[in-house]
């Protein structure tokens, strides 16, 4: 098991993808944003990030762009990569497990 921290999840097709939790323009919490046309929607302000790269919407070019860490589904369960969630600096309450060694 990992440090906490706070991470959304998102499946798309047969795709997976591995977030921070909170926006980094408010810090809202983004597992209350929605999914459209392959991008991320902020609940507080609206603006997207793209689940490919992260990168936010045109608008918003003093917000940085959505970490991403490399995530994979395994026998049934989403399996995030621990070395790059390692650097991200905990922000909440959710536990993170490494599944890479199962």
Not at 31 to 55: K, N, T, V, Y
Request: aromatic share 6%; with cysteine; charged share 25%.
């Amino acid at each position: 098991m990992l440090e906490s921290h706070a991470l959304v999840l998102a499946r798309r097709g047969d795709a997976v993808y591995a977030f921070q939790g909170t926006c980094p323009h408010e810090k809202a919490d983004l597992s209350h944003g929605r999914i459209e046309d392959d991008r991320l929607i902020c609940p507080r302000h609206l603006a997207s990030f793209s689940l490919s790269d992260g990168a936010v919407s045109a608008g918003w070019k003093n917000v940085p762009a959505l970490k991403l860490y490399p995530a994979r589904i395994q026998d049934d369960d989403i399996a995030v990569d621990a070395t790059a969630v390692e650097s991200n600096p905990p922000g909440g309450s959710r536990k993170i497990w490494d599944l890479s060694n199962r």
